[in-house]
């Protein structure tokens, strides 16, 4: 049986032993076991939601598919959102639209349940359709 390995340089050799079996009557190797441990690296922290999905089902219009992808890129660990106002900037730049256009864009969304203001610039993910973890066995 010839196995391959599959040579992936991301993975840590942990532990290599070699067992050898050897012939008593000619004291020759007979055979030559390698057992090797491997620890692969974690999957990074991710955000997964299905954004495309989700509007169809609320019937978003892209404009708020639009904003709702760029704020998600600020979800935290909690669950929260703050927008800081260099980050505003930068979404108004990316899309297009003035800062007025943006805070119209967020309390829709925030009508139709997908996110919540908190006050300030902080808003909270609906928990029941966005979460922010690490992957885990």
Same mark, same amino acid.
């Given at each position: ?57 609320? &019937? ?7 904003? $709702?992808?760029?704020? @998600?890129?600020? %979800?935290?660990?909690? #669950?929260? !959102? /703050? ?9 108004? &730049? ?7 256009? $943006?805070?119209?864009? @967020?309390?829709? %969304?925030?009508?139709? #349940?997908? !996110? /919540? ?21």
């Amino acid at each position: 049986m010839n196995i391959t390995e599959r040579t992936d340089s991301k993975k840590k050799v942990l532990r290599q032993n070699i067992t050898e079996v050897i012939d008593r009557e000619t004291g020759n190797i007979t055979q030559e076991i390698t057992d090797i441990t491997v620890q692969f690296p974690q999957e990074p922290a991710y955000v997964k939601i299905y954004i495309d999905n989700l509007c169809a089902v609320t &019937k978003a219009p892209d404009s708020l598919k639009d904003v $709702l992808f760029l704020i @998600l890129r600020k %979800l935290d660990y909690d #669950g929260y !959102i /703050a927008l800081s106002t260099r980050y505003r900037k930068e979404i108004c &730049k990316l899309l297009g639209i003035k800062d007025g256009t $943006l805070r119209n864009r @967020l309390y829709s %969304l925030s009508k139709m #349940g997908i !996110i /919540a203001s908190c006050g300030g610039n902080e808003y909270q993910a609906n928990p029941n359709l966005f979460a922010r973890g690490e992957w885990k066995k």
